[in-house]
């Protein structure tokens, strides 16, 4: 059983990203941060490859931030001291029940799949538009 060497991988990744941003000519990227562990790692890794300055994190809600994942989200984004102007929060709420509506009795799971799916909309056309690379 091959095992991971934590510091190897993570310069591994640290290259990828470096890598993955010059040769699609962008300079930043952009994160949807949740509070969990991969976005968290995500985030880290694209400071330690690209500098703080060019790194854009963006917290996607559904309602308001009194969960404790936005909670964990923002605390991480200050500790590692990302410029304010670089962090959005953006509420999915509207934009998820436009999609639901459609149908009263929707059930929770298919109503999470929706909600994943709008903040990967979000992302990728907030890249699009100042042309950073999506991390995730």
């Known amino acids: 059983m091959n095992l991971i060497n934590p510091k190897i991988k993570s310069e591994q990744l640290i290259r990828f990203i470096q890598t993955s941003c010059q040769k699609e000519k962008v300079t930043d990227v952009l994160i949807g941060v949740s509070g969990g562990v991969d976005s968290a790692t995500s985030l880290v890794l694209s400071v330690k490859a690209l500098g703080k300055e060019h790194v854009h994190p963006v917290v996607l809600p559904f309602g308001s931030l009194s969960d404790q994942g936005g909670k964990d989200a923002l605390s991480l984004i200050v500790s590692l001291g990302i410029p304010k102007k670089h962090v959005h929060i953006i509420d999915i709420k509207p934009f998820v029940e436009s999609v639901v509506s459609y149908e009263k009795a929707m059930d929770d799971g298919r109503k999470g ?17 100042y042309n950073f690379l999506v991390v995730g």
């Open 113 to 129: 799949n929706i909600m994943a799916r709008m903040r990967m909309v979000v992302l990728f056309d907030f890249a699009k538009k």
